[in-house]
């Protein structure tokens, strides 16, 4: 077994055996790591060009009922500034976002009860009713299969879900005894079969995570086979248990990127902002490693620091335009160009890939 022949079997078969993922993960040196970028690099320019897809984001709650280990929003949190967004301010965001070409919303939050599915459906309407032309995605925690129904009958259109970790014995270590990791990956299958884009991902370099933890959500990930995947570094936020913990490792999370854009040439990939918080050109990196999407804020700049799920979040003072400019610069500079559409994913069987 060598790291070029699991690179290449990545490559052409779009997948491996987890003691390979394991060897890959271990073993991989410095040439490796060139080698797998440019295999991934060349995948991702095969389906999507030098296009990148932007995503609104909007963090319309910082009211988490949940308690997760290593989020600054966790309900045992005193020092977190709690905020929710009323309906106009998140109309008031959207069409913001839409005058500057964003033709999709991500309506990302806690677990707040005040968001029933009757309020969130009326969100979801009143967006449709304002940009027909718009893909709304929710990031708003585990609702259960009836709620999630409701909320794509009502026109939402994708679901992030991070699984965070497939091994439910690691989920267990960064989660409240409430949480299951099982059910939580129940309801990314149900939201695949309601018929959402579906998100997974997790967090790189989590505390007590292992090179066969992240094997096992590479897996997990082509059994899912989800339609788009975020990763990121784990950060800690100094109001949480995980105070103490290291941060995820940038290379790390550059090889999981490639890796995931060789195992699933179409997802569609995120240069996270955590990525883009431990290194200044944390968010071209990932691009460069395979990434094809990029997710700038929305929210009103006056809650921006107060939705801290970590330490350091960049991009909490510069209102959206700014923003876009400052990334569109960014993009430019590697060789890359942000479009203006929904950015779907794209089914088309895999023969079209170059
Ligand atoms: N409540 C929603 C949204 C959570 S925030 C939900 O449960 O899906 C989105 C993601 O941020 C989480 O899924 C988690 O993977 C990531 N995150 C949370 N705390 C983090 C931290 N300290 N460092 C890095 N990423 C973190």
Same mark, same amino acid.
């Given at each position: 077994m060598t790291v070029s022949t699991i690179i290449e079997k990545l490559k052409t078969q779009h997948t491996a055996a987890r003691e390979e993922l394991v060897f890959l993960l271990?073993?991989?040196?410095?040439?490796?790591?060139?080698?797998?970028?440019?295999?991934?690099?060349?995948?991702?320019?095969?389906?999507?060009? /030098?296009?990148?897809?932007?995503?609104?984001?909007?963090?319309?709650?910082?009211?988490?009922?949940?308690?997760?280990?290593?989020?600054?929003?966790?309900?045992?949190?005193? /020092?977190?500034?709690?905020?929710?967004?009323?309906? @106009?301010?998140?109309?008031?965001?959207?069409?913001?976002?839409?005058?500057?070409?964003?033709?999709?919303?991500?309506?990302?939050?806690? @677990?707040?009860?005040?968001?029933?599915?009757?309020?969130?459906?009326?969100?979801?309407?009143?967006?449709?009713?304002?940009?027909?032309?718009?893909?709304?995605?929710?990031?708003?925690? @585990?609702?259960?299969?009836?709620?999630?129904?409701?909320?794509?009958?009502?026109?939402?259109?994708?679901?992030?879900?991070?699984?965070?970790?497939?091994?439910?014995?690691?989920?267990?270590?960064?989660?409240?005894?409430?949480?299951?990791? @099982?059910?939580?990956?129940?309801?990314?299958?149900?939201?695949?079969?309601?018929?959402?884009?579906?998100?997974?991902?997790?967090?790189?370099?989590?505390?007590?995570?292992?090179?066969?933890?992240?094997?096992?959500?590479?897996?997990?990930?082509?059994r899912l086979e989800p339609q788009m995947c975020g990763i990121g570094p784990f950060i800690p936020q100094k109001d949480s248990p995980f105070r103490d913990f290291p941060q995820g490792s940038l290379d790390l999370t550059l090889t999981l990127l490639s890796v995931i854009r060789l195992m699933h040439p179409r997802i569609l990939l995120p240069a996270t902002t955590a990525l883009g918080t431990i290194h200044p050109k944390g968010r071209e990196l990932g691009i460069l490693h395979g990434a094809n999407v990029v997710m700038p804020n929305l929210s009103p700049v006056e809650h921006r620091k107060d939705y801290a799920i970590y330490d350091n979040k960049i991009c909490n003072g510069e209102e959206a335009a700014e923003c876009l400019v400052c990334l569109k610069r960014r993009i430019q500079s590697i060789g890359y160009q942000i479009v203006t559409s929904r950015g779907d994913y794209c089914g088309a069987p895999s023969d079209t890939i170059v």
């Open positions: 271990n073993e991989i040196t410095d040439s490796d790591r060139e080698a797998l970028r440019r295999a991934a690099q060349e995948t991702a320019q095969g389906v999507f060009g /030098n296009k990148i897809y932007i995503r609104g984001l909007i963090e319309i709650s910082s009211v988490c009922k949940n308690d997760c280990l290593y989020c600054g929003l966790r309900r045992s949190n005193q /020092n977190a500034v709690r905020y929710r967004l009323t309906e @106009e301010q998140i109309l008031s965001c959207c069409d913001k976002g839409y005058a500057l070409g964003f033709r999709t919303f991500v309506l990302q939050g806690g @677990e707040d009860g005040f968001f029933t599915d009757e309020v969130v459906c009326d969100i979801i309407r009143a967006v449709k009713t304002r940009h027909p032309d718009c893909a709304i995605t929710l990031s708003l925690g @585990e609702r259960g299969e009836e709620s999630f129904q409701k909320l794509f009958d009502a026109g939402a259109d994708r679901y992030l879900l991070r699984h965070e970790t497939a091994d439910s014995a690691h989920y267990a270590k960064l989660h409240p005894d409430s949480m299951r990791g @099982e059910e939580r990956q129940r309801q990314l299958f149900a939201l695949k079969r309601i018929g959402y884009q579906t998100g997974a991902g997790f967090m790189v370099g989590s505390p007590y995570q292992t090179t066969e933890n992240l094997a096992d959500d590479l897996l997990f990930l082509k």
